[in-house]
């Protein structure tokens, strides 16, 4: 006979009453990842600069680079990579470089476009819209592509909006909108803009009768009032509830950010105190909203004399993002890609063994050195699905250490989505 109980029916009902608000705001505000692919790396090019060509001659410069250098596994070894580890990653990038060397384009009109006048913008904007839907067509295309526009503050809004609204129409009266079509809105300091910017993709929604939400778009925190604003609040946080659903990502802007705060040119990094601090801010902020996060960029080319100087920094600033849970950067050079993808691929290369194994042993309920709760598996399940897409690891691999396919490993590190088969 069981116990009695003390707590009512209507003590029951007035407890689910009184957290009725909090249900719903984690319902609509706390959605979590939706499983979908997030690139490795974005690439900035001006935006009149873009032919459907460009990734494929990308990944041309970046393998010549790498030649000249003595090879991608000389390349890896420079990285810190020993010789097993090098031999395995290698090949793997080679085969990236030729096939999708640039996972996320953004045709930039903004910093690295500049002030050209309403006439010539105009053009390219249209251009713009006419080159991206040529190059989808064709197969050239990255699997991630769009805009950024100018800014929404004063003295930039009318261009950034009209920008805005030229390549969305273009793209609109060519077809379909790409899958990966993606927006950037630059140098946010307040929420109000976001919701300005929300407000003028919903009217293109509705112009070019698009489903509502269709135009996500990303936000660029590269001023210190979004991290802490005039009444003390961070504004950061507040974004993703002030437009549920509309933000896909935050990117931190590594030079914007540290040059409002007074810090030395020659000391302005993605690894300086105060970026870290706004970094984890952000994460802090989108934490289980589904919004994701990009780091921002290294300015040190991989040029000239000080070419593997380079690599070997930026290489060693990329795996410092990943292992802060910072799985996006920017990359602004062909000669980025190879650290790029060598530090990435060993990353999750490295990790496989040991995620493989507790995931195996959480998947079939085996006793191991490590007692791993659900949500450290859904994290272990999130690395190794992360290594699969991106193609530092095979789907063979992935089977054979874990057990899984791609759709039960996406399945377990997002339970919201559908429930695990075994």
Not at 86 to 99: N, Q, W
Not at 198 to 213: I, K, N, Q, T, Y
Not at 292 to 309: A, F, H, M, Q, Y
Request: proline letters at 5%; hydrophobic letters at 45%.
């Amino acid at each position: 006979m069981s116990p009695a109980r003390s707590l009512s029916a209507g003590d029951l009902a007035q407890i689910d009453a009184s957290l009725q608000a909090t249900d719903r705001l984690l319902d609509r505000n706390y959605p979590g990842d939706d499983g979908s692919r997030q690139p490795v790396h974005t690439v900035y090019v001006p935006a009149d600069r873009f032919t459907p060509d460009l990734a494929a001659g990308w990944g041309r410069q970046a393998q010549a680079a790498a030649e000249a250098h003595g090879g991608l596994e000389r390349l890896g070894a420079l990285l810190g990579q020993d010789g097993a580890l090098a031999a395995e990653v290698a090949p793997r990038v080679a085969a990236k470089l030729a096939a999708e060397p640039i996972e996320d384009l953004r045709l930039d009109f903004e910093d690295g476009y500049g002030s050209r006048g309403d006439e010539a913008e105009d053009a390219d904007a249209v251009a713009a819209g006419k080159a991206v839907a040529a190059a989808v067509a064709a197969g050239t295309a990255p699997p991630f592509i769009g805009i950024r526009i100018k800014s929404l503050e004063a003295a930039t809004r009318a261009r950034g909006l009209r920008t805005l609204d030229l390549f969305v129409s273009t793209l609109a009266e060519a077809g379909e909108l790409p899958d990966g079509l993606v927006l950037t809105l630059p140098k946010v300091t307040t929420v109000d803009q976001v919701k300005a910017m929300d407000f003028a993709v919903g009217r293109l929604e509705a112009a070019h009768s698009l489903p509502a939400g269709r135009l996500r778009f990303e936000v660029q925190v590269e001023t210190p009032q979004l991290i802490l604003g005039a009444d003390g609040t961070s504004p950061v946080a507040r974004l993703a509830h002030a437009v549920p659903g509309r933000i896909s990502a935050l990117h931190y802007g590594t030079y914007d950010y540290s040059a409002s705060l007074e810090i030395a040119a020659q000391y302005q990094s993605m690894e300086h105190p105060a970026a870290d601090f706004a970094k984890e801010v952000m994460q802090l902020a989108v934490a289980g909203t589904g919004i994701r996060l990009s780091d921002g960029s290294s300015n040190v080319i991989p040029l000239g004399d000080g070419t593997e100087d380079a690599w070997r920094l930026h290489g060693r600033l990329v795996r410092r993002s990943l292992e802060r849970g910072y799985y996006q950067g920017w990359d602004m050079h062909p000669a980025h890609l190879p650290s790029r993808f060598l530090a990435t691929y060993a990353f999750y290369r490295q990790g496989l063994p040991s995620a493989a194994a507790r995931l195996a042993n959480y998947v079939s309920r085996t006793e191991g050195a490590v007692m791993d709760e659900p949500a450290t598996a859904r994290a272990l399940a999130n690395f190794v699905l992360r290594g699969l897409v991106c193609g530092a690891v095979g789907a063979d691999e992935v089977r054979a250490s874990t057990g899984l396919d791609q759709t039960q490993l996406t399945r377990l590190a997002h339970p919201r989505l559908a429930p695990i088969s075994h």
